[in-house]
């Protein structure tokens, strides 16, 4: 078989590994820790609404409030607000200024000072957590609700239908818009997803039905729900890769643990029940990555140090800017041989490293540093190697060609945290640098931050984030340093203990916001021009054609009470006609 998904259950982590023609292509590994949220659908509270930076900051009982931007708050945050809340939600000058404003003729920016209105504190807001937390950071929210099914995804309250850009066939978009646009029902829109290639009508009517009875719990819970609540979690990492992977690239899912069988079967069997047979059980003694002899190639990932085949190794380390990949020859070659070694040796890093930063989810800005060639044609063939092997990738890359040093840039898109570290932990001491500097350094270089913000900011209250041990000693007894900084410089000064931070550093944020102040303020750059780029929408449409809904003919009021219809397994839509 070609292209597997293998899953290996132990305990409180599940390690998932697709396999592309028997290699290991990419390793997803779930655990308590490190669980999927995207997706995830709550009824919270506003906690508080921070004009200023454009955000607000909303209560979903998770240990950091979720951050919500202007930006994402959506055309329909009126709609959603008076929807909870009720008509009086929203002050009666906004509303009587909101009935005189055609949202689709103004800009974005203003529609963001509009959510800064609507919203208030106590609120409750149907949410979408479109954003991992990350670090001290909690998860980023949006009140454009979607629901994902197998091939469709449901936007309630959207106006519109749009087709993947990776269907690049016009005449397969044509028939797919035709298809949704005939069943999608009023006030609704939809994205047609990419497996959605190909397939029948009578496939794409039973998801449309799916999605739309999700729909139907969440708006059900929602009635009795007390917020902070869950209305709706998405599938966990395991469930989405064979939602997005099964049957149409992998032919088979091989899982070790019989609990985990049983769950993947009942799935399969509802969206893909011609698939069930290829849902396997691995009953041998052998570790099953052993058996499917990956096992290597899982360790390797956790290594700096990866072997290739000729002898010679690859390097990898993390800077606080990019990754940087250090190529080692191996065996000694002759002088008169050494370009033709540096040529085979350099050719099979670069299959290495294209593979590894694949495997390690590893994104943002490489550097390689292959052995010197001196001919420009071998140089070439390095490009063009790693050009070819990063055909094969799914995140996007950019390479630039060997410089006279040897040395490769490359760019990779950042889908996902890297599998290390997600996995994995910075020293809370030495923060990674292997070094801890005194107490009093550090003492020092805080003194010197708060002088810089009180001197070159308006603010008057900010959150420093430092290592609980030096939290302890700064606040030590009734004159400590800290109430002594306060009244030095005429601050609110609130320490936060973070064991991610080490002993050598400290973060400052604006009280009450997420946005990292620290770098800015020592350069003495502008906070404000920080907080706009920190807060602009990161939500591209770069990937989907967007058309609007086909006019259709006003219904009579007594035509228009939902009709329900039948799917295979009995169960209704209310929606759908």
Known sequence: MKNQIIIHASGKQTRIALLENGELAQLFIESDENQRTVGNIYVARVHKVMSGIRAAFIDMGTPKDAFLHFSDAGDHLKDYVQMLNGRDAIRPKVRKKLKKTNFDQISNYEKQNWAGKILQPGQKLMVQIVKEPIGSKGPRISTDITVAGRFLVLIPMGEYIAVSRKINNYKERRRLKNIVGSMVPDGFGVIIRTVAKGKGEEAIEDDMRDVLKKWERILERLETADPPALLYKDLDMTESL?????????????????????????????VAPQMIPNVELYKGREHIFDFMKVAKDVDSIFSPRVRMPSGGYLIFEQTEAMYVVDVNSGPYAAKEKQEDNSLKTNLEAAREVAKQLRLRDIGGIIVVDFIDLRKSKNRKKIYDELKKEFKKDPAKTNVIGMSDFGLVQITRQRIRPSVVNSVSKVCPTCGGSGNVVTKNTVIADLDAWLSKFRTTTDYRAVDIYINPYLKAYLEKGFLSIRRKWMWRYWLKITFVGDETVSLNEYKATIAGSDIDITDVVMQEKDVESLIESESKDEVSEDDLDIYEKDERPKRGSDKRKPRPSRSKDGSKSKYYK
């Open 242 to 270: 064979v939602r997005d992977l099964f049957a149409k690239q992998y032919d088979r899912v091989l899982v070790d643990d019989p609990e985990m069988h049983d769950k993947i079967k009942s799935y399969v069997s509802q």
